[in-house]
């Protein structure tokens, strides 16, 4: 069965601290990782990963897929409140588009 | 271009009824996935459409059943609900064949069964 464990399920920071959320993965036939913001209700894509060691930046955020590790992490810089949110790792695999989600990390980012 | 869209944004039934939720997919997009979101855990898949015919399902009970018509929107039926129906229920679409694992999701429909 697939399966998509993110660390830490949750964490508290202030305004302008470095974060980084972890996402470990097995899934048969791997294609991609993505992860995704999710505030309230409709999570948000941010990037979509398919290559080792290529870094995707956006901003202040930037993530990194390691295959051979089976992992990714997501990098927040110089946080900010709007940060505040569930962050979910999701894997696309299998001979359907399903992705598989983790729990999510909930992160608060206090001011 | 629009994004997705989802309907009704809330919903209260009781237990043995039957709910039918509605996605609109992103413009220009031919698959749509449903997902069920319990609290506090990560989306988990119900099904996908691709093109009018089911396209994979996860581990949901026959109750949870679908439809994809020619202009791509969706409808998730659920019949005989149960308690642990309550959820928030999302449905997500993505481009094209190559594409399809980016998913781009809807506001979602929280539904409470009673």
């Known amino acids: 069965e697939d399966k998509v464990v993110q660390s830490p399920l949750s964490l508290v920071v202030h305004e302008g601290d470095t974060v980084t959320l972890n996402c470990s993965y097995e899934?048969?036939?791997?294609?991609?990782l993505l992860w995704y913001k999710q505030e309230k209700k409709a999570p948000t894509f941010l990037f979509m990963l398919?290559?080792?060691?290529i870094e995707k930046k956006s901003g202040r955020l930037s993530s990194i897929l390691d295959k051979k590790e089976l992992f990714s992490i997501l990098n927040i810089t110089a946080t900010q409140t709007g940060d505040s949110a569930v962050y979910l790792c999701?894997?696309?695999?299998?001979?359907?588009?399903?992705?598989?989600f983790g729990k999510g990390t909930l992160l608060t980012v206090n001011p | 271009e629009t994004g997705v869209t989802q309907s009704p944004t809330h919903l209260i039934k009781t237990r043995g009824q039957q709910v039918t939720l509605r996605c609109s997919s992103q413009?220009?997009?031919?698959?749509v996935s449903w997902y069920q979101q319990a609290l506090g855990q990560g989306p988990q898949f119900i099904f996908q459409?691709?093109?009018?015919?089911?396209?994979g399902r996860g581990n949901f009970p026959p109750r949870f059943s679908g439809l994809q018509f020619p202009n791509y929107s969706s409808e998730l039926n659920v019949n005989a609900l149960e308690l642990d129906d309550s959820a928030l229920y999302l449905c997500?679409?993505?481009?094209?064949?190559?594409?399809?694992?980016?998913?781009?999701f809807g506001p979602g429909t929280r539904l409470l069964v009673l």
């Open positions: 997500a679409s993505s481009p094209d064949r190559v594409l399809r694992e980016t998913q781009y």
């Open positions: 899934v048969t036939n791997f294609r991609s």
């Open positions: 398919t290559s080792s060691g």
């Open positions: 999701a894997v696309g695999g299998g001979s359907n588009y399903k992705l598989t």
């Open positions: 413009s220009g997009h031919n698959t």
């Open positions: 459409y691709y093109r009018e015919e089911e396209n």
